[in-house]
């Protein structure tokens, strides 16, 4: 298990713009610039989707609604990844979860961050 901290959700006007961070301050850097990251997002009564994946070589992957709108982003040499999330509407309030995925595709999970868009 990695630990990972993620930060930055708040509550934010339609329209606006937020930017998570998720930290893996205990990884080996040699262990992390392996990893698979990826920011998944879980609202109410539904189930947990995946919004947007990053690879070892910064290879991007987007879910159909958040393209052109969201942006994910990697530091290796400060062990963290970011979600721009822009023009945000009600639909995109969720807690919002950092994952790992090591080259064994064993995952781990941060808390989560809660996003709130109010219309």
């Known amino acids: 298990q990695v630990p990972l901290v993620e930060r930055g959700g708040g509550l934010v006007q339609a329209g606006g713009s937020l930017r998570l961070s998720c930290v893996a301050s205990?990884?080996?850097?040699?262990?992390?610039?392996?990893?698979?990251m990826g920011w998944y997002r879980q609202a109410p009564e539904k189930e947990r989707e995946l919004v947007a994946t990053?690879?070892?070589?910064?290879?991007?992957d987007y879910a159909d609604f958040v393209k052109g709108r969201f942006t994910i982003s990697r530091d290796n040499s400060r062990k963290t990844i970011w979600l721009q999330m822009n023009n945000l509407n009600s639909e995109d309030t969720a807690v919002y979860y950092c994952?790992?995925?090591?080259?064994?595709?064993?995952?781990?999970w941060g808390h989560g961050t809660q996003v709130t868009v109010s219309s």
């Open positions: 990053i690879t070892s070589d910064s290879i991007t």
């Open positions: 205990r990884a080996i850097f040699s262990t992390f610039i392996t990893y698979k």
């Open positions: 994952s790992a995925d090591t080259p064994s595709r064993a995952r781990s």
